[in-house]
């Protein structure tokens, strides 16, 4: 779904240091359902599969809890998703997002 | 001279919300060294309080004494505060919840404060903001970053939906469900109407005040306003929002031009899109309303009533930059695309942060939004 470039390089599938790729998107993914939480003030987004999209119901992510979302991502990731996703095509699913973020951040969220 | 001179020579821009120091700023005195005799207002500051208000500028106080003294230059000074930050920490954190608490963008901020080493620290940390000396906040008074073009009745009323707005929002944070069963909670009413003669100064003031969510970046005249309202090529929607906690009265517009057939405007868009396609030459709202479910009850509106006028295509030509964020957020989340949508765009464009133009599109031929039925107005799509 994302518009992402090398999307390939953060697969399940591939082969060399796969174990770890997929733990720091999962810990992305933890990372970011944290923050949803908190810009929605919903606790059950804890919870949420990263298939779940996050326009439209249940999520309902608009552009208040978006922006509060995007602002925080910013603010650990150093990830600027509107800067570079004109569409906001990363935003299409929990997972999308946390691939995104998790390709760009690289090690930078782990030095600050 | 604290940056004054600078931001005198920037872009028109206004500012919607001073923030304050007390001692020996809105009183004449320092609080805690004072005794039994609390401090006096500074001279004339109950004036330029008023005045501001009057001109739709909301107040502000940032200050290191307890929140009694905060209490006290309120009382004294008669001035409106919206909002006030008392602690120890850095003024220009206090400053970004401020900014955050009342979503107003740090270029539309002005803080005043007499001691040159929080002016400093201020200036460094946000630069956007415009820092002023209380003997230059005399005096920028009748500057026009001070001066809006034009005050309508819901700027003249600005502070007090500023603490209805701060009462929703605690009741926001108490509400267990979603932000829909919340809006539907308060009694949200959203509001769709053509717009009259009469709407003409707030719309002109929405565009000039909007930035988070103001399609073209800019703002439009009264008299192009006039003219659109009475072109029979265009069409100009006003959104109208009030529940239970007060009337916020127009927080939202757009402008249209038809060229669905028989509607033809010119013969250059109609060369250039076709019949079918509607385009939206401004739409904006109040960042007051976010959260408040006007812009998708816009959107919506838009993408029914077009449909239903036998368009196929809605097209939104948008500046893209840092500040409207929020309005693409809003857009995508109506399933509107840019065609040249993907990230490597954007870096070709020169990158993050660079300001930039997309056309945005949204196909009538799919599943419309919906129109929760809090929305209504004449002819409801």
């Not at chain 2, 200036?123 to 005050?151: I, N």
């Amino acid at each position: 779904m994302t518009a992402a470039p090398g999307d390939a390089g953060t697969g399940a599938g591939s082969a060399d240091g796969a174990g770890s790729a997929d733990a720091a998107v999962t810990a992305v993914t933890d990372e970011i359902r944290g923050i949803l939480a908190a810009a929605t003030g919903r606790p059950e987004m804890l919870g949420i599969p990263a298939d779940m999209p996050l326009f439209g119901p249940p999520v309902g992510l608009d552009s208040l809890t978006g922006t509060l979302l995007l602002r925080e991502i910013h603010r650990q990731f150093r990830v600027d998703v509107a800067g570079e996703d004109l569409n906001l095509d990363a935003l299409a699913t929990l997972g999308s997002l946390a691939a995104f973020v998790g390709e760009r951040a690289g090690g930078r969220n782990e030095v600050s | 001279m604290t940056g004054a001179a600078t931001a005198g020579a920037a872009m028109t821009r206004t500012v919607k919300c001073v923030v304050w120091d007390i001692d020996n700023t809105l009183l004449s005195g320092v609080y805690l060294e004072s005794g039994e005799r609390l401090p006096p207002p500074a001279p004339g500051m109950a004036a330029v309080l008023s005045e501001l208000t009057a001109r739709g500028i909301v107040h502000a106080i940032v200050s290191r004494n307890p929140p009694a003294a905060a209490e006290h230059a309120a009382q004294v000074t008669g001035g409106d505060f919206v909002a006030a930050e008392c602690g120890w920490g850095r003024k220009s954190d206090a400053i970004t919840r401020i900014a955050a608490e009342l979503n107003i963008a740090a270029d539309a901020l002005a803080f005043v404060d007499d001691d040159p080493y929080e002016r400093a620290e201020v200036s460094f940390a946000l630069p956007p903001v415009l820092v002023l000396s209380p003997e230059d906040m005399a005096d920028a008074v009748g500057w026009p970053e001070f001066s809006p073009s034009v005050v309508t009745p819901e700027a003249r009323r600005r502070g007090a939906m500023y603490a209805q707005r701060r009462r929703r929002m605690a009741a926001q944070r108490s509400f267990g469900g979603s932000r829909e069963e919340f809006l539907r909670s308060c009694g949200t009413v959203v509001t769709v109407t053509a717009a009259t003669a009469a709407d003409v100064p707030r719309l002109h003031e929405l565009s000039e005040r909007t930035s988070q969510f103001n399609s073209a970046g800019a703002g439009l005249p009264e008299k192009a306003f006039r003219s659109l309202i009475f072109s029979p090529a265009s069409g100009v929607l006003t959104v109208r929002l009030r529940d239970t906690f007060g009337d916020d009265g127009i927080v939202g517009a757009c402008v249209t031009e038809h060229s669905v057939t028989g509607h033809s405007v010119t013969e250059h868009s109609v060369a250039e899109h076709g019949a079918g396609t509607w385009t939206v030459r401004l739409l904006m709202m109040s960042c007051r309303a976010m959260g408040r479910g006007v812009i998708e009850a816009l959107l919506a509106w838009l993408a029914r009533w077009a449909a239903r006028e036998g368009a196929q295509v809605v097209e939104i030509p948008c500046a893209v930059n840092d500040r409207n964020v929020p309005l693409r957020l809003a857009l995508a989340a109506a399933g509107f695309r840019a065609a040249d949508g993907g990230a490597a765009d954007r870096r070709a464009a020169g990158g993050a942060g660079t300001a930039g133009r997309a056309v945005f599109r949204l196909d009538l031929g799919g599943r419309l939004p919906d129109l929760p039925d809090w929305v209504g107005g004449p002819g409801k799509p």
